[in-house]
T-cell receptor, first 113, second 113 residues
Framework: DGGITQSPKYLFRKEGQNVTLSCEQN?????MYWYRQDPGQGLRLIYY???????QKGDIAEGYSVSREKKESFPLTVTSAQKNPTAFYLC????????????FGSGTRLTVV | GNSVTQMEGPVTLSEEAFLTINCTYT??????LFWYVQYPGEGLQLLLK?????DKGSNKGFEATYRKETTSFHLEKGSVQVSDSAVYFC????????????FGQGTRLTINP
């Protein structure tokens, strides 16, 4: 079945360490997105990519980095520069064009201790 | 810029009650509109969508009508069940620029037996 796979589901890291969250899709979607969700809050866009080897900053890109070397993959690195990294991270993908909406992964909960 | 405003939660209802969650939007042009649902610890799932004015999206007993004159896309269900307890997000698809989805802040719904 086609879908988006995020791994791991839970991730614990020590303060000051970089950590990479995986996002893989087999839907043949061109566009991919990373969102951050904090308790009781909506979704905030971190980065997005509409084609391979190209990506743009979203609303809260500081302290994060991404790459898009393959159409299927869009990993997110949470760097030590991110001041408050503990959150629920959601990856999504879409066909180009806004009539279709997004398909979301099941999320990664990152806890920094 | 484009924005989505949702009814503030949390909303608590008894089983079989009628549900309305309000959503209004600000946008240039004619965006697509969506409702997503998020169950605890999971990603978002597309519930329904409408791509032009007066369209009605429907799924699993939920309905929403794209009202251009009132810039609204209210979610309704005639008889809710305990299993409908979740967080609901309204979203619009930007037409201009990068064609991202813009999400409301989410409304937490709890249904009591």
């Amino acid at each position: 079945d086609g879908g988006i796979t995020q791994s791991p589901k839970y991730l614990f890291r020590k303060e000051g360490q970089n950590v990479t969250l995986s996002c893989e899709q087999n839907l043949n979607h061109d566009a991919m997105y990373w969102y951050r969700q904090d308790p009781g809050q909506g979704l905030r866009l971190i980065y997005y990519s509409q084609i391979v080897n190209d990506f743009q900053k979203g609303d809260i890109a500081e302290g994060y980095s991404v790459s898009r070397e393959k159409k299927e993959s869009f990993p997110l690195t949470v760097t030590s520069a991110q001041k408050n990294p503990t959150a629920f991270y959601l990856c999504a993908s879409s066909v180009t064009g806004t009539a279709y909406g997004y398909t979301f992964g099941s999320g990664t909960r990152l806890t920094v201790v | 810029g484009n924005s989505v405003t949702q009814m503030e939660g949390p909303v608590t209802l008894s089983e079989e009650a009628f549900l309305t969650i309000n959503c209004t939007y600000t946008a240039t042009g004619y965006p697509s509109l969506f409702w997503y649902v998020q169950y605890p610890g999971e990603g978002l799932q597309l519930l329904l969508k409408a791509t032009k004015a007066d369209d009605k999206g429907s799924n699993k007993g939920f309905e929403a009508t794209y009202r251009k004159e009132t810039t609204s896309f209210h979610l309704e269900k005639g008889s809710v069940q305990v299993s409908d307890s979740a967080v609901y997000f309204c979203a619009l698809g930007e037409i201009q620029g990068a064609q991202k989805l813009v999400f409301g802040q989410g409304t937490r719904l709890t249904i009591n037996p």
